[in-house]
């Protein structure tokens, strides 16, 4: 009885489209500057109503809390710019130097 080995596949089967996505850096730092982008004018509208509040009545509980929201909004944005800096994170290539041993001893 003699069994004749069958080939093994050595190439992986190509990855799904969603998987494909998913491994896309682009595609992950465009999404988050996008939303940085949605954040950071979302800043913009609560410092503005905590102004109308505050010509209109004279500020009150409804302002302080517009301006914490707002600046909830702007530490959003920094957090998603540091995030999209790891995304990123791209290998340095340096250059390794080793002293020149060819001159004299």
Same mark, same amino acid.
């Given at each position: 009885?003699?069994?004749?080995?069958?080939?093994?596949?050595?190439?992986?089967?190509?990855?799904?489209?969603?998987?494909?996505?998913?491994?896309?850096?682009?595609?992950?730092?465009?999404?988050?500057?996008? =939303? $940085? &982008?949605?954040?950071?004018?979302?800043?913009?509208?609560? !410092?503005? /109503?905590?102004?109308?509040?505050? %010509?209109?009545?004279?500020?009150?509980?409804?302002?302080?809390?517009?301006?914490? =929201? $707002? &600046?909830?909004?702007?530490?959003?944005?920094?957090?998603? !710019?540091? /995030?999209?800096?790891?995304?990123? %994170?791209?290998?340095?290539?340096?250059?390794?130097?080793?002293?020149?041993?060819?001159?004299?001893?």
């Amino acid at each position: 009885m003699h069994l004749t080995p069958q080939p093994i596949p050595l190439q992986r089967p190509r990855p799904r489209l969603l998987g494909r996505l998913l491994a896309n850096r682009q595609l992950w730092k465009n999404a988050i500057y996008s =939303v $940085a &982008l949605i954040t950071y004018l979302c800043s913009f509208l609560f !410092f503005g /109503l905590a102004i109308a509040d505050v %010509r209109e009545s004279g500020g009150g509980v409804t302002a302080v809390i517009d301006l914490i =929201v $707002a &600046l909830y909004f702007l530490v959003q944005v920094i957090f998603l !710019f540091v /995030l999209s800096g790891v995304v990123e %994170r791209r290998q340095q290539h340096q250059p390794i130097d080793f002293a020149d041993r060819r001159g004299r001893t």
